[in-house]
């Protein structure tokens, strides 16, 4: 893949266009990656995504430039910084859940009571240092097994003291997941429900109130300042607090993987979609 830039813009239509900067364009930064993911944005605004086949993770940062952060990335899918940026990595080539410090990994998960997890696939970590993940199977050419040693596709919650915690198994294939930045909302898509569900979370880190939020499931989700939701797959789907529709964008791609907000200002849009990566300029701003 090229190293370079590309600065083709797209014309894009959309139904509400409060939550779009005026004027703004869908930017193409890339294209010919194998399949793109977990993008997440550290304190500065840089970009770090994942392109999974290819064993990578890539960084893109806030001057614009496209560069590899790091190679044998243990099949990394979904991240997210911690306070201290560190970066937390769905490590699926060996079902692991790692933490990444100045290129150097820590395991932190591979296991739950004994059992091989099935391939955690996306994360969320709270102020206070929790982290809770998904775990959906989602059968891998780089596995030899061929089938889950789990019998659940679960929810989970990683404290900081090392337990590890099955919150839901009601699903049927968990993936997109997202909280609020004040510790207190955890949103979980159920994808192949085709169902999202948001959850309130106690002092202690566990969870109470599952309610459905929308009738639509997602591959990767984030929140903006205003409270709304967005979710992806066909292009961008965005709800208010209250599950109203209020917003979609299209993206010129098979599939839109995932997405989270970047850039000096955090108002920057960062889109995995496919083979090819987007931004778009935002007038809202990102919280996580």
Known sequence: MSHFIFS????????????????????????????????AADRRGNVYFTDQPNDKIWKYSIDGRLSVYMENAGRANGLYFTKDDHLIACADENNQLWRIKSGEVEKLVEHYQDTLLNGPNDVWVAPDGNIYFTDPYYQRDYWTRKEP????????????????????????????IIGTPDGKWLYVADIGDNKTYRYAITKNGL???????????????????QRNLYLTGNGITIYNNRGEKIEYIAIPAKWTGNLCFGGKEK????????????TLKMRVKGVN
Request: proline share 4%; aromatic share 10%; glycine share 8%.
């Open 267 to 278: 108002n920057l849009l960062f889109i995995t979609a496919s083979d090819k990566v987007f």
């Open 207 to 225: 969870l109470t109130n599952k309610q459905l939020f929308v009738n639509q499931g997602s591959d990767g989700m984030t929140l903006d300042n």
């Open 149 to 176: 040693d789990l019998n659940v596709q679960a929810l989970y919650l990683y404290r900081k003291n090392g337990k590890l915690i099955q919150l839901d198994s009601s699903f049927k294939k968990p993936n997109g």
């Open 8 to 39: 083709i813009a797209f014309l894009f239509l959309s139904s509400q266009p409060g939550l779009i900067a005026p004027g703004a364009k869908l930017e193409l930064i890339a294209k010919d990656f194998a399949f793109t993911e977990g993008p």
